[in-house]
């Protein structure tokens, strides 16, 4: 019972978090991403296949079991979450892609997950290419708590723009009430092996350093601006780390989620870092963006 209230209350927050987001958004900030869609090009095509070749690369490096090189694939194949967005959020960068990101991977690495398992495990000594996913469950349930509240609280801000003044007490509240459920409910989860997750650290940090670096220099050399190449990276290490725990335990063993579970602890400080660090050498006048900016119209 106590699972079933943690789960809904963190659903509700989630719910409550992308509500705010959307009260800060408006139709032409989505505009300017469809005007501009090299940024959605490259953070997509990063997520959906560069970053899933280097975990496996990684992986190989590090000589990884089967198993656990699985559970480091899930995560690079995994899309950016909830978190992505809220972090971007609050940093000010650009919430319009990092949404927009979110919610095109997340579709469209419902089917190619699985893909990507399958690919792994037949590159394993004895492995299965057998993999089940609740894509239609699953679907459903990451739609409702991104894309559909952000157009709700859209729709809101349209009909009542006051309401726009209470979305940082709204995001606020959302972050301390997500943070509380996400400690209960790691709390409740078995401990991983010790070995084994002492050893997933190594590749799993190297595919964190990997992640913010490519996140970073892939989208400055197809020329994206400083705001889309940091949203970028901070999609490509706050993942949506729920997804692959759902997948993996639901298709194969506990050994192949512990690299999720050593990655769920390196994410966070991962992305906070990345923005904390960009506003820093924004802040002193460094990694600006050029004068035409896509939050004024270009003369």
Known sequence: MSADITSLSINTAMFAMMFGMGLTLTPADFRRVAKTPRATLVGTSLQLIVMPLVALGIANFFEMAPLPTVGLVVIGACPGGLFSNMYIHFARGNTALSITLTATATLVTLFTLPLWVRFALSSAPGGSSAIDMPIIDTAIQLGGLTVLPVFIGMIARAYRPTLASWERRLSLASAVVIAWG?????????????????????PVAAFAVAAIVLGLAIPTAFGLRARDSVTIAVELIVKNTLLGIVLVGQSLDFEAMIPILAFALVQTPGGLLLLAAWRFLESRGYLRDSPVDERAPAS
């Not at 996400?182 to 190594?202: N, T």
């Open 182 to 202: 996400v400690v209960r409910q790691g709390a409740a989860r078995p401990e991983p092996p010790i070995e084994e997750f002492l050893a997933s650290l190594p």
